[in-house]
């Protein structure tokens, strides 16, 4: 690996950690195997090292940019990823609704409707588990 993708790959860690949070990252690294290594690598330089770490916009700002794409395209599992990690990005419940407000006009009535069946869902969850003291 050179120096840049070393750098690159470490920028990229730091971020993902900083968005998904130290047990999501651990989990997901424990759970990498020789199949899917080199597609973490590129995943870590590539959508953290390189987008999530770019300057022009805060972590707060690509969250719900990321959700409103993720909606819109329908993957809702990484729908569900990016919505838990707001807590961790600073993109308010209100930036996410206004967000999806857009997927609803330029994606579709369907796939807004269906994420803001899984932002319910994902903010009840996070609200239960803040309420026990989980997290």
Known sequence: MSQQSEDRYARGMATRRAVLGDAHVDRAQAAMTDIDRDFQTFIVEG???SVWS???FSHRERSFVT???LAGLGHHEELAMHVRATANTGASREDVIEAL????VYAGVPAA???LKIVKQVY???DRENEGGVR
């Open 67 to 69: 959700i409103a794409l």
């Open 54 to 56: 770019r300057p022009h």
């Open 124 to 126: 009840a969850d996070m």
């Open 113 to 115: 409707n269906h994420a």
């Open 101 to 104: 407000m857009h997927v609803a």
């Open 47 to 49: 959508a953290w090292g």
